[in-house]
């Protein structure tokens, strides 16, 4: 609402309402001496008038008056003003405690009884413009509040986009999976990724970030892009998961983590690998019953290396076998009462699941009737996948061929800005560089990363790899790191990417040199990736995509070449 103008030197304009002249004027002259420029209206149905036509800035209400009584044209005037504060005074001859709580009741800010002493109203007055200017104060920091609001949450849908684009949507078999994603908020912390594996067969990766919207989404970036780049080379579930383990305890806080299970599926379709690190249970319906693959291993990103004794186990299966997948998020769903689906109508869904049938239409109706109205408080995934391995089997896709264009981009950190590389995903995407290039983005981010990392450890910082042969080695040395980092280090990273385009595969040349001494680069010439020492793989993972990794100058320049797919 918008208030009529008043005088620069006036404290604004004031709507007397009085059905005898006598009154209004008298009651008009005193609030000029006070500086107030006035309004005067005879009854309830002018007083609205005038306050459509030049919104006051405080309302003199009397009650007793024709056409239209006091109480009604209060009650007009507060829906007028909305969330506006105009304050409005009764001044009235009634002195029955049931008249005075009417004008309260009919949105009456004040009143006074007449004859009134002056002295009183001026103090009234005082105190109404205090609130008066407190509630605009209020509205103001709302409006600019609810601006802020807005545009986060555009932002945070352009985002959504931009994260299904990088990671839901090149998910494969979505058809013969049935997938349910729910999230709490815009984002989803749950991460479901699927990927064919070389002889034929599938991998895939049901995770729960902690906690939920784009905080817990922050990290599906790396792990969907270690997770598809390490898939599609066949390289095992166990590597697989001591990777994300490791890259997600570098990457993430100490109060961030991801649980996970993780299950393969072979090209022979006899059998079914599965890790569980934290999730619910997931469910295999086989012939002769349920069968539960309860959660063994910690989830990631909690500890640096992930225990011998919680590696992925195996279990046969047969043609119509059905596995159930899920996140915490729809068992822990409240009915209106508070109670968790997990312990009112999931079992019996579990019970009635007969051998080859899809389970997740009965699972989602009663997961409706539980909830009713309620909304999830938490990301809520579902992934029931048949097990027949002839569903899984689909002639190569034609892929875009690769860009014909060369190009090169470049990147220099220093001192302070040296803990934060961008994702290339983020980098090279808004310029159009990773166009026709799909398949090669996850390898080139783990490429970067990796050399990136190696070159801010032991070439600006000098950290020592051998240190994380102790039992406690790894703490102890990404506590070190974040100490020399947080204390203000001196240095310089450059990193090169380099395109180029040839008849058949282009080539990216990866190049990365420090400002630091140099190290012993001969102590990873015999690291592979399955190799038992507790550092080294991430080198070993390199070389093993690239064609060519070259280490120069004592190890302060490194290039990598990487053959396009």
């Known amino acids: 609402m918008t208030h009529a103008v008043a005088p620069v030197d006036s404290r604004g304009l004031a709507l007397v309402v009085d059905d005898e002249p006598t009154n209004r004027r008298l009651l008009a002259r005193m609030l000029k ?158 991460l479901v990724l ?35 780049t390490m898939t599609r080379k066949g390289v095992d579930d166990e590597q697989v998961l001591d990777e994300i383990n490791r890259k997600l305890y570098r990457v993430l806080p100490p109060e961030r983590f991801m649980a996970a299970c993780l299950v393969s599926i072979p090209g022979s379709g006899r059998e079914i690998r599965w890790w569980n690190g934290g999730m619910p249970s997931a469910w295999l319906r086989t012939q002769e019953g349920l069968q539960e693959l309860a959660s063994h291993a910690l989830p990631l990103g909690i500890l640096p290396e992930l225990s011998d004794r919680e590696t992925p186990r195996r279990v046969a299966v047969r043609r119509d076998d059905r596995l159930l997948m899920m996140s915490d998020g729809l068992l822990e769903a409240r009915d209106p009462g508070g109670r968790m689906f997990m312990d009112h109508g999931f079992a019996g869904v579990l019970e009635a699941w007969t051998h080859g049938g899809a389970v997740l239409p009965d699972l989602l109706q009663a997961l409706e009737e539980h909830c009713a109205d309620q909304r999830p408080e938490d990301d809520v995934a579902i992934l029931e996948t048949p097990l027949d391995p002839e569903l899984f089997s ?135 990736l399955d190799t038992t020492r507790p550092w080294g793989r991430g080198i070993a993972l390199v070389r093993d995509l690239c064609d060519a990794v070259v280490f120069d100058d004592s190890g302060s320049r490194v290039e990598a070449v990487y053959r396009c797919r």
């Open 194 to 228: 699927t990927q064919d594996l070389p002889d034929g067969g599938v991998r895939i990766l049901l995770g729960d970030f902690t906690g939920h919207g784009l905080a817990a989404a922050i990290g599906a970036l790396p792990v969907a892009e270690t997770f598809r």
């Open 394 to 528: 689909r002639p190569p896709v034609s892929r875009e061929r690769h860009p014909e264009g060369g190009w090169t981009w470049s990147l220099t950190l220093e001192d302070e800005r040296l803990g934060d590389l961008p994702s290339l995903e983020s980098a090279l995407r808004p310029l159009g560089l990773l166009d026709g290039l799909e398949e090669d983005a996850g390898p080139l981010e783990t490429i970067v990363n990796e050399l990136y990392s190696n070159a801010l450890e032991h070439g600006v910082l000098r950290l020592d790899s051998p240190m994380k042969a102790d039992p406690d080695g790894f703490c102890n040395y990404y506590q070190e790191r974040g100490r020399r980092l947080a204390e203000g280090c001196r240095g310089r990273v450059d990193v090169s990417v380099a395109y180029e385009p040839g008849e058949t595969h282009g080539m990216l040349r990866v190049k990365i040199s420090d400002s630091g001494p140099g190290f012993d680069t001969q102590q990873w010439d015999d690291v592979s």
């Open 33 to 190: 001496k006070e500086g107030f420029d006035t309004l005067e209206a005879e009854s309830g149905a002018r007083a609205i008038e005038l306050f459509e036509q030049s919104p006051p800035d405080i309302v003199f209400m009397d009650v007793m008056m024709p056409v239209m009584d006091g109480f009604e044209a209060t009650r007009r005037i507060k829906a007028m003003a909305g969330f506006d504060f105009v304050p409005v005074i009764f001044l009235t001859a009634l002195h029955d405690e049931k008249s005075l709580v009417q004008c309260t009741e009919s949105g009456g800010d004040d009143f006074l009884t007449k004859p009134f002493n002056f002295s009183i109203l001026k103090a009234r007055i005082t105190a109404m413009e205090r609130v008066r200017d407190l509630q605009r104060i209020i509205a103001g920091k709302n409006r600019e509040l609810e601006q802020l609001l807005e545009q986060d949450r555009q932002e945070q849908k352009l985002a959504e986009r931009v994260f299904s684009r990088a990671v839901n949507d090149r998910n494969v078999h979505t058809e013969q999976f049935g997938l349910v994603q729910r999230p709490a908020t815009t984002f989803n912390g749950d």
